[in-house]
């Protein structure tokens, strides 16, 4: 298994607050993404990074913000969490250049209340 | 635009019956196309991958897909199914752009003893 830890694996917030997701790799691999999961949605891409510091956003980007300050970390930040961004959310790395497979982290169950 | 459907959203099938699991893409170029498989509460597990070359790809735990550029589809195949089966099963395709993935909504698959 590729070595990918997210923390928290479970939170239950209120809504309003603040919330920060953390992926680790020990891979060394480039990109670096995050995703959330919602039934009937499959998986869709919120943010992803392709280098230290370098990050784009993906398809469901609203109201999330994502820092990559060195190789290994990969942020992802609900400034003020709502109940629409209750989902389970899933990090992944890839490495090499162009088009690679992704590897997936075991997920952070995430409940806005 | 970069999509994938996966037509079926569930599927039972009896152990040891053949499997065959759907998947159309839409994409511009040559696409990069994977199976991932989920079990509950758990991160996707890569099956297999198509980048070019043979349009029949073998995977982990017995699976094939099958490449047909001229119906824009990869699907997914298993001769004979076995209970631990019973997941969740993606097809995505794969863009250049910050090597995204684009993700269909997933078929449920059940096994029945």
């Known amino acids: 298994d590729a070595g990918i830890t997210q923390s928290p694996r479970h939170k239950v917030t209120e809504t309003g607050t603040p919330v920060t997701l953390r992926c680790h790799q020990t891979e060394n691999h480039r990109y670096m993404y995050w995703y959330r999961q919602d039934p009937g949605h499959g998986l869709r891409l919120i943010h992803y990074?392709?280098?230290?510091?370098?990050?784009d956003k993906g398809e469901v980007s609203d109201g999330y913000s994502v820092s990559r300050s060195k190789t290994e970390d990969f942020l992802l930040t609900l400034e003020s969490a709502t109940s629409s961004q209750t989902s389970v959310y899933f990090c992944?790395?890839?490495?090499?250049?162009?088009?690679?497979?992704?590897?997936f982290g075991p997920g952070t169950r995430l409940t806005v209340t | 635009a970069q999509s994938v459907t996966q037509p079926d959203i569930h599927i039972t099938v009896s152990e040891g019956a053949s499997l065959e699991l759907r998947c159309n893409y839409s994409?511009?170029?040559?696409?990069?196309l994977f199976w991932y498989v989920q079990s509950p509460g758990q991160g996707l597990q890569l099956l297999l991958k198509?980048?070019?070359?043979?349009?029949l790809v073998q995977g982990i735990k017995g699976f094939e897909a099958e490449f047909k550029r001229s119906q824009s589809s990869f699907n997914l195949r298993k001769p004979s199914v076995h209970w631990s089966d019973a997941a969740e099963y993606f097809c995505?395709?794969?863009?250049?752009?910050?090597?995204?993935?684009?993700f269909g909504t997933g078929t449920s698959l059940t096994v029945i003893p």
């Open positions: 990074s392709y280098g230290v510091k370098d990050t």
């Open positions: 994409y511009g170029a040559t696409p990069y």
């Open positions: 995505a395709v794969g863009a250049n752009t910050g090597n995204q993935f684009y």
């Open positions: 992944a790395i890839s490495g090499g250049t162009g088009v690679g497979e992704q590897y």
């Open positions: 198509y980048f070019s070359g043979d349009t």
